[in-house]
C-alpha cells in the first residue's frame, strides 16, 4: 500500500523557519516523483515545490529562493526547508506522488502557521 506521511508543520514567526518531511512506504521512492502542494483557508491548493525522479526541481516563483526539496531515498523521507517564512506561506502543506498509470496519492497534510 503506497502511503505518504508529512510531518513537521507548526507555529513559526515571519522569518523563521520550519523543515517539512514527507515519509514514504509501500514503494520506492528513487523511481517516483515528488510534490509539496500547499492549500490556504478560501484558495485552491497550489504546487509550490516538485522532485523529479531525475532529480530535476521546479519551484513556485512564490518560494524560489526561500524553500528547498530534498530526498533521503535511504530513509525513503523528502524534505521541504522553507526559510524566510511570511503569513502568507500559511497553508496545510501536502506531499504528493503520481504513478506512471496517473494515480495520484497524498498524505494527510501538515499545518503550517506564519503568525507574530
Known amino acids: 500500500q503506497l502511503q505518504l506521511v508529512e510531518s513537521g508543520g507548526g507555529l513559526v514567526q515571519p522569518g523563521g523557519s520550519l523543515r517539512l518531511s514527507c515519509a514514504a512506504s509501500?514503494?520506492?521512492?528513487?523511481?517516483?516523483?515528488i510534490g509539496w502542494f500547499r492549500q490556504a483557508p478560501g484558495k485552491e491548493r497550489e504546487v509550490i515545490a516538485c522532485s523529479s525522479s531525475a532529480r530535476d526541481t521546479y519551484y513556485a516563483d512564490s518560494v524560489k529562493g526561500r524553500f528547498s526539496i530534498s530526498r533521503d531515498n535511504a530513509k525513503s523521507v523528502v524534505y521541504l526547508q522553507m526559510n524566510s517564512l511570511k503569513p502568507e506561506d500559511t497553508a496545510i502543506y501536502y506531499c504528493?506522488?503520481?504513478?506512471?498509470?496517473?494515480?495520484?496519492?497524498w498524505g494527510q497534510g501538515t499545518q503550517v502557521t506564519v503568525s507574530s
Open positions: 509501500g514503494f520506492t521512492l528513487d523511481n517516483y516523483p
Open positions: 504528493n506522488t503520481r504513478t506512471a498509470w496517473g494515480q495520484d496519492f
